[in-house]
């Protein structure tokens, strides 16, 4: 079982910076694709980065340019570094992960809790 705890949320003015982690634990076999989502009120969780075990990167349009997604395989943990924050930004985030218990194909995908990002002045 992969356990995923998030931190470094929280209230941000316009234009300002955030960096979210993610630590992964747990007995597992392989930590694979892993990615941040976020979900704002009244709205469907969107994904807003993702990142492979080989750390080839993607982003949704509306952060490209300003969020980096990376990660430390050697710590198991996923980061999001978040600028030039806008109140559209504002959501829970959370961090999401693939993995595998065993060397079989299947893959399981875990949830972290989320954390709130506010961007407000």
């Known amino acids: 079982q992969l356990q995923l705890v998030e931190s470094g949320g929280g209230l941000v003015q316009p234009g300002g910076s955030l960096r979210l982690s993610c630590a992964a634990s747990?007995?597992?076999?392989?930590?694979?694709?892993m990615g941040w989502y976020r979900q704002a009120p009244g709205q469907q969780r969107e994904l807003v980065a993702s990142?492979?075990?080989?750390?080839?990167?993607k982003y949704v349009d509306s952060v490209k340019g300003r969020f980096t997604i990376t990660r430390d395989n050697a710590k198991n943990t996923l980061y999001l570094q978040m600028n030039s924050l806008k109140p559209e930004d504002t959501a829970v985030y959370y961090c999401n992960a693939r993995y595998r218990r065993n060397p079989s194909v299947v893959e399981f995908i875990a949830w972290g809790q989320g954390t709130q990002v506010t961007v407000s002045s």
């Open positions: 747990g007995t597992i076999f392989s930590l694979n694709d």
């Open positions: 990142i492979t075990s080989g750390s080839g990167t």
